[in-house]
């Protein structure tokens, strides 16, 4: 299992990014996938995950504010982070699950100044 994510960068708070993760493999078949980030000095966490079915849930910090999707076709998923604050300044990974096992891609920087 390989990912790729793409699409980080520097913004101005308010501001919004799409991240991508390119996936090898059907996409349906992780169940599921996630995007987690890790902030310098803390713990990496999780911030969404898509099921197979389609269902996705979110950390409470970013409820209302992001939005993971996913393209069938083209085995990627995407991370819409709109009204972006400093607080989500943080490396960015695409995770997939597989047969129990845990798959990571390499991050992603997002910077958001205030």
């Known amino acids: 299992v390989q990912l790729q994510a793409c699409g980080g960068g520097l913004v101005q708070a308010g501001g919004s990014l799409r991240l991508s993760c390119a996936a090898s493999?059907?996409?349906?078949?992780?169940?599921?996938m996630g995007w987690y980030r890790q902030a310098p000095g803390k713990q990496r966490e999780l911030v969404a995950n898509?099921?197979?079915?389609?269902?996705?849930t979110y950390a409470d910090s970013v409820k209302g504010r992001f939005t993971f999707s996913r393209d069938n076709a083209k085995n990627l998923v995407y991370l819409q982070m709109n009204s972006l604050k400093p607080e989500d300044t943080a490396v960015y990974y695409c995770?997939?699950?597989?047969?129990?096992?845990?798959?990571w891609g390499k991050g992603t920087q997002v910077t958001v100044s205030s």
């Open positions: 898509i099921f197979s079915d389609g269902t996705t």
């Open positions: 995770k997939a699950r597989l047969n129990y096992m845990d798959y």
């Open positions: 493999g059907n996409i349906f078949s992780y169940n599921p």
